[in-house]
């Protein structure tokens, strides 16, 4: 509001007969207070402005920052999954085991190719992955042998083994035969039929 528009005010603000009011000098003053209180609304008008180039500038700002933090943990999730476990006469293998021994007992003709994972072991992580591993010459020592249940294993080197539908490239405990990839299948133990004495 112009300077004009609040002298258009001023008859309604002005009061004929005021005995309380020394001088007419109070209206005035009152007036020019509330010019005062127009201007520094004003003010702090311009200071907060409603700028949607400023709001545009921090969402911008937020979401590179996010999308750096989101890159920088694809980053490191993707390098510790690339982590693989140090050669095999560097530590024992016992203290590079994940999985708990449970019954197993260590041998002395341990064989790298026997599989760490089959039909009947939880595989909670597949571990890192390689383009393909080949079938062993022959069957694993415990591997199912043939009859294998039909639709669910195939029989492949004398063993049974369960198919897997995956594309390349295949986690480490998988293997290749034909482009196809398979874990070994094997029996389960049947329980005890009676105490020893």
């Known amino acids: 509001m112009s300077r004009e528009g609040v002298k258009g005010l001023i008859p309604a603000l002005e009061v004929e007969d005021s005995e309380g009011a020394p001088d007419r000098n109070s209206v005035e003053a009152l007036v020019l207070m509330f010019e005062a209180v127009?201007?520094?609304?004003?003010?702090?008008?311009?200071?907060?402005?409603?700028?949607?180039?400023?709001?545009?500038?921090?969402?911008?700002?937020l979401a590179l920052a996010n999308a750096a933090v989101v890159g920088v943990l694809l980053l490191v999730l993707v390098r510790l999954a690339s982590v693989s476990p140090p050669p095999s006469?560097?530590?024992?293998?016992?203290?590079t085991s994940s999985a708990p021994?449970?019954?197993?007992?260590?041998?002395?003709?341990?064989?790298?190719?026997?599989?760490t994972h089959g039909g009947l072991v939880d595989t909670a992580d597949a571990g890192?992955?390689?383009l393909a591993r080949p079938l062993p010459r022959e069957p694993f020592?415990?591997?199912?042998?043939?009859?294998?249940?039909?639709?669910?294993?195939?029989?492949?080197?004398?063993a049974?083994?369960?198919?897997?539908e995956l594309k390349a490239p295949c986690p480490d405990v998988l293997y290749e035969h034909q482009g196809k990839y398979y874990s070994p299948?094997?029996?389960a133990k049947p329980?005890?039929?009676?105490?020893?004495?």
């Open 89 to 95: 006469g560097s530590e024992p293998l016992a203290s």
């Open 101 to 115: 021994m449970g019954q197993e007992v260590p041998t002395e003709d341990w064989n790298p190719d026997q599989p």
């Open 38 to 61: 127009r201007k520094g609304v004003r003010r702090m008008a311009r200071a907060f402005d409603d700028n949607h180039e400023s709001r545009r500038r921090w969402r911008l700002g």
């Open 191 to 197: 329980p005890p039929q009676s105490l020893e004495p």
């Open 141 to 158: 020592k415990g591997q199912k042998r043939p009859t294998c249940t039909p639709y669910a294993e195939v029989e492949l080197i004398g």
């Open 128 to 130: 890192a992955s390689v």
């Open 160 to 164: 049974c083994w369960l198919p897997h």
């Open 185 to 187: 299948a094997y029996s």
